[in-house]
């Protein structure tokens, strides 16, 4: 990740209750790798659409346009009646989209 995000809170001192319930939905659906990343990601920026449904943010500084190329979707099945939807590239979380959830924790 950039260096900025060195010095960004992580995610699991931000929202611990919220780090639990994305490394069990990784897991639930064989996605291993990911999950082992979900201790050492940070909050690097949050999504700013001022949406009151969204809580997404970023866990790298956001790209200047599309991710191109290595970047995949992964859908998780939330465990709140909302979307859980992760931006990886190149095997590494870049953006976590949380919608429709209570205030994480």
Do not use: K
């Not at 001192?13 to 291993?32: D, K, S």
């Not at 599309?66 to 970047?71: K, L, P, S, W």
């Amino acid at each position: 990740m950039e260096n900025n995000a060195a010095y960004a809170p992580l995610l699991s001192t931000t929202w611990p209750v919220f780090t639990a319930e994305l490394g069990a939905a990784l897991r639930a659906e064989g996605e291993e790798p990911l999950a082992e990343q979900v201790g050492r990601l940070r909050v690097v920026q949050t999504c700013g659409c001022g949406d009151g449904f969204c809580q997404s943010f970023y866990t790298a500084s956001p790209p200047a346009g599309a991710y191109g190329d290595g970047h995949r979707n992964v859908c998780l099945d939330a465990p709140w009646p909302g979307h859980l939807i992760l931006d990886v590239v190149h095997d590494e979380i870049r953006y976590v989209e949380v919608l429709y959830r209570l205030p994480l924790c």
